[in-house]
């Protein structure tokens, strides 16, 4: 293989991002995590390393470029050049509109949509020098809508255009672009939201199954699974979609 087989995934400390960071390293990429939560990301990547594999782990705030581009050079310099990104952090200030500050709707948008623009503005030019590269971008079912969500839903939903518009701009210098949508999955993030409407989880997990086709909530290792599968040398006429992995079908 030509190209260097070094991935970034943002918001690698826990949940979704943490799962796709272990599974890109058994696929034999070296990773680094990015992460506002330094402690986690470096816990992360020494379980990875203890198990044989190659990773780091870096403080980031997606949405600061000076911080990002510097992270990005760090990252080529210590492992490579990145030819895989996984635009995964994300943070939730959910809200009905009525109650929605300004800062509730700037830090979602910041984070997951000005985010994963810059990241993907530094990392395309490693990418595009070595003529291969896959990036993945993390939308959800909210983008479809959800109460006390415009913001979050807005980003995801943004989130899709972005995916589409630079899967055609990308793909003529060997890099796909595509988006994975995923529906109730058992992280700390669906555990807040358990807390903050005063039901257990355990509860909250049973009645999000109950109306799922599969009957079962999703795991960060659906996920990565489906990662692992759009940034493989197979997936490599594949670029622009966006896949809903939500245990059934999405309208």
Avoid: C
Avoid at 2 to 10: E, L
Wanted: charged fraction near 20%; charge should be negative.
């Amino acid at each position: 293989m030509s190209h260097s087989k070094v991935a970034i995934v943002t918001g690698a400390a826990r949940g979704i991002g943490a799962a796709v960071a272990r599974r890109l390293a058994t696929d034999g990429f070296a990773v680094a995590l990015l992460d506002l939560d330094d402690a986690g990301v470096k816990e992360g990547a020494a379980a990875i390393v203890a198990e044989g594999g190659k990773a780091i782990g870096l403080s980031v705030d997606v949405s600061d470029t000076e911080n990002v581009e510097a992270v990005v050079a760090q990252v080529a310099e210590e492992l490579g050049a990145p030819t895989v990104l996984i635009n995964n952090a994300g943070i939730t200030r959910d809200n009905l509109l009525f109650k929605m500050t300004d800062a509730d709707w700037d830090s979602v948008i910041g984070v997951h949509l000005r985010g994963s623009f810059v990241m993907s503005r530094a990392v395309q030019k490693h990418m595009t020098e070595q003529g291969w590269g896959r990036i993945v971008n993390l939308s959800s079912t909210s983008a479809l809508g959800n109460r006390g969500q415009a913001n979050y839903s807005a980003a995801k939903a943004g989130l899709q255009g972005f995916t589409k518009t630079l899967a055609i701009e990308l793909g003529k210098f060997g890099v796909t672009v595509n988006a994975i949508a995923p529906g109730f999955i058992a992280t700390d993030m669906t555990a807040a939201t358990a807390e903050r409407v005063g039901v257990s989880f355990e509860d909250f997990k049973a009645g999000a199954a109950s109306q799922i086709p599969v009957r079962r909530v999703g795991e960060p290792e659906d996920i990565a699974h489906l990662a692992s599968f759009f940034v493989s040398e197979g997936a490599g006429f594949i670029s622009g979609q966006v896949v809903y992995a939500a245990g059934g079908p999405t309208d």
